[in-house]
């Protein structure tokens, strides 16, 4: 076999070519079809509604895949934090949104140097308050770099961005009056107001985008060229494409999603709430993401006891969901009916399952996640599958 391997922190390896059910657990595996057609599947309907994607890298932290989305279409990648912006840098991302007030000055002074030394270097930020434009400008100033930076839109009690008319005019003024910033658009996060798509939650969120589209009616004359609309997370992106993409004299605006957790999707909070999931979406995503664990005990006929806690599979927007179990010995998984993840410690997970039910110590179970993010946090490296269920490379993360 190649040398590639995942080292694990029991010495155990992986090994390029080899089979899944034979991977030390608990491990964080890939499928590649899946995942290219989540790719696919997200550039046509990118496509086909008319706005750009740049999908925040925080999902993945991953710059193979980082450059998968950018080869499929997306125009940039999203980041949360300065630290993210170094990271997509080292790894020769094009165009970064740092979708965050920029009030760091040594790091603000970092990226206007960036864009001072590059050209091709597009990014933008966000702002919110006059006390961070002109820390923002004070940060960038001595590189004579301009950034493009975002106004934000924000709603009472939710997260970051200005509340009032009156909040967005003083922050416009401000950015008028800093040589080094060039006011591009809007921006706002509409999953603040909204954890599910139920129809008083879509109510919500179109109300606080059309305040978003009515902002950036107000800036149109403020800026220079198409302006920039973004929002979007990964639950409500067909809202943002119906409120902000739709009515605009041509070449006015430029509409950017920002959905992250699509590549990979789940099997929990965005199978529920996705788009792109359930009986009426003209084509699904797939989960591509899922944790194998073995079977460490089964001390009563009802309870199973697995390898995957905490610290392997994320629990914060509901515990992990059984997919499939493998008997030892065997190579072809079985789907598991009746099962249900009830609680995790650090390392183990406790899986309620038919006292009836076959399932014994040594064998495997598939996990689906919910939440991709606080999943791939917890993992340095993934093992991504081909079609034969072989692992063909080795997906690394930056965190």
Known sequence: MAATTIPHEDGAHVYIGQPFHQLATPVAVLDDAALEHNLTTMAGWCRDHGVELQPHGKTTMAPALFRRQLAAGATGITAATPAQVRMMREHAVPAVQLANELVQPAEAAWIAAELAADPDFGFTCWVDS?????????????????????????????????????????????????????????????????????????????????????????????????????????MFYDVVADVLATGWPADAARVILRSGCYVTHDSGLFHRNSPLDGPDAPVRLRAALTVWATVLSRPEPSLALLDAGRRDVSFDQGLPVPLRHLARGATEPAELAGAEVTALNDQHAYLAVPADHSLAVGDRVELGISHPCTTFDKWRRLALLDARGQVADVVETVF
């Open 130 to 234: 006059v006390a961070g434009v002109e820390l923002l400008e004070a940060g960038v100033a001595a590189s004579g770099a301009v950034v493009d930076v975002l106004l934000e839109v924000g709603s009472p009690g939710a997260r970051t961005g200005t509340r009032t008319e009156a909040d967005r005019s003083a922050v416009r003024a401000a950015v008028a009056a800093a040589p080094h910033l060039r006011l591009a658009g809007v921006c706002g996060y509409e999953g603040s107001m909204a954890g599910d798509r139920s129809p008083s939650s879509l109510v919500v969120v179109r109300e606080y985008l059309e305040r978003m589209r009515a902002a950036a009616d107000e800036l149109r004359d403020d800026v220079d060229g198409p302006v920039v609309l973004t929002a979007g997370g990964s």
